[in-house]
Nanobody, 125 residues
Framework: HVQLVESGGGSVQAGGTLTLSCATP????????MGWFRQAPGKEREGVAA?????YYTDSVKGRFTISEDDAKKTLFLRMSNLRPEDTAEYYC?????????????????????WGRGTQVTVSS
């Protein structure tokens, strides 16, 4: 049974840094297309970052967010720096078959085999 459990969310001022973690006890991250999505109130869920053979980012977070994984710890990370109020959202960890990462398709697909329950990130101005 695969579970994805996010942590690390919180409140931060604009310009600050947060690192989200996603525990993946039921799978080895490098064997899957792993990623982060977010959903702000009143908006559709959007793909933020993904990783398999390489990393993929949505344009609004390039240069500010970094996705990484640690197979030994069975954990996916998202380091978010220079945070902006528009980054405020519920952030979700996700996983699917490796092929879905190709070309960044995972981020636009907005549906995936495994989801976490989310962690809230709030950025104040």
């Amino acid at each position: 049974h695969v579970q994805l459990v996010e942590s690390g969310g919180g409140s931060v001022q604009a310009g600050g840094t947060l690192t989200l973690s996603c525990a993946t006890p039921g799978l080895t991250p490098s064997g899957y297309c792993m990623g982060w999505f977010r959903q702000a109130p009143g908006k559709e869920r959007e793909g933020v970052a993904a990783i398999f053979d390489r990393t993929y980012y949505t344009d609004s977070v390039k240069g500010r967010f970094t996705i990484s994984e640690d197979d030994a710890k069975k954990t996916l990370f998202l380091r978010m720096s220079n945070l902006r109020p528009e980054d405020t959202a519920e952030y979700y960890c996700a996983a699917d078959s490796p092929g879905y990462c190709a070309g960044g398709y995972f981020l636009s697909r907005n549906r995936t085999r495994f989801w976490g329950r989310g962690t809230q990130v709030t950025v104040s101005s």
